[in-house]
């Protein structure tokens, strides 16, 4: 039996689960790059601010969290033990939860590229003035 497609959503998923990685990754540099800015402690009011971006980059942080572990979730849906499911056991409601997983992964991708930009110009800004 063939199982092209379940090998195919298993690449694309996979794909998923590398840049919700690589985006957690980020988030750990940013954070660790605000903690410098509250160290350097030479503007007014600068941990105030700095909590601001750290609070908005713990909430994308959750929602990766969250969207890796439905990823994983619909990764163990397409497999059974070491190998893949036949084409003709994918069903439409599988491919509807992926397609459904695919659009809430573009959406949190977008999401946390906005906040990344958002921090990395407060961090400019906050290097420039200090």
Known sequence: MSKKIASFYNDEINSWLQSVDFYLDEILSLEKRLQQIIARNTIVDIAAKTEVHQLIINKIEEKLVS???EIESVKKLLSKKEDFLNDDKINKTLE???ALLGSNFR???KEYADVKFYCNEFL???LKRG
């Open 67 to 69: 969207l890796r572990k």
């Open 96 to 98: 509807n939860n992926i």
């Open 107 to 109: 959406h949190h991708e």
């Open 124 to 126: 400019e800004e906050m």
